[in-house]
């Protein structure tokens, strides 16, 4: 049996994967969902939030695993902004396998923000800024008809009260160029073919910088975890029974 960690996408928190964790230790496997600073429940500024403290907090939960043989370590999974990448490429011998549930992987060297600008202009305008620009949040309608589009009306209901101000400091940092860390570990892909945040085309063509060993696909929207939790759940099994 394998132990998760998930992390969460923009404005969400550890509670957005509530049911994911609930199905995957009924199968037998732990789970941990986190939440990143400023997220959730963590009370760090999120105006203040960088990318470095979205990576250590990911290191900081897999450095705190007793680690006694490889099949002890963990899968990290990550949702949408793709930091995942950036923690495997520090603690490779940590990570049991990775994978990207519709996430972004900017070119090496670039920002999440080289990837937002091919985003649908119509998604876009659902962002409400903050006055100083450091944060943003996204509008109801926004939320549902673009990450919600395959959810039932009561999911985007009790969801967006819980959504939280998204730092845009994390969006703007280069990503570390790979160095290959991460090629001894296996990796997968779950892409989302309804996905209007991330549409299939970019999910697609952003894999072409990274080798996966498997994509798998779901028949719906951006937040799976909402959507269809018993499909994620299956893959999420089936990637620990083959790592």
């Known amino acids: 049996m ?3 960690i998930l992390v969460h996408g923009s404005w969400l928190g550890a509670w957005c994967w509530r049911e994911v964790v609930a199905k995957l230790e009924a199968g037998g496997h732990a789970a941990r969902a986190i939440d990143l600073p400023g997220h ?16 250590q907090r990911v290191i900081d939960e897999i450095n ?5 043989n490889p ?3 963990p899968v990290v999974v990550g949702h949408s902004m793709g930091i995942v990448g950036q ?3 520090r603690i490779p011998d940590l990570i049991r396998a990775l994978a990207f549930v519709a996430g972004l992987i900017p ?3 670039s920002s999440l923000m080289h990837s937002v600008s091919e985003f649908d202009p119509g998604y876009l305008s659902q962002l409400q800024w903050a006055s100083d620009r450091r944060t943003a949040m996204i509008s109801t309608a926004g939320f549902q008809n673009y990450w919600c589009n395959c959810c039932p009306e009561s999911v985007v209901e009790a969801a ?8 845009a400091a994390p969006f703007e940092t280069a990503f570390l160029a790979s160095d290959g860390n991460e090629r001894q570990m296996r990796k997968y892909y779950i892409e989302c073919l309804r996905d ?7 999910q697609r063509s952003m894999r072409t910088s990274i080798t996966f060993d498997k994509v798998y696909s779901i028949d719906t929207d951006h937040v799976p975890f909402f959507s269809t939790p018993d499909e994620l759940v299956s893959i999420l099994r089936t990637i620990a029974h083959q790592s």
């Open 2 to 4: 394998a132990l998760f």
């Open 40 to 55: 959730g429940d963590d009370r760090f500024p999120p105006e203040a939030v960088t990318l470095e403290h979205y990576v």
């Open 64 to 68: 705190s695993i007793e680690i006694n």
């Open 71 to 73: 099949d002890s370590r």
């Open 87 to 89: 923690v495997a490429e």
């Open 107 to 109: 070119p090496a060297g």
């Open 160 to 167: 967006f009260p819980r959504l939280t101000p998204e730092p």
């Open 196 to 202: 209007r945040v991330i549409p299939l085309a970019l």
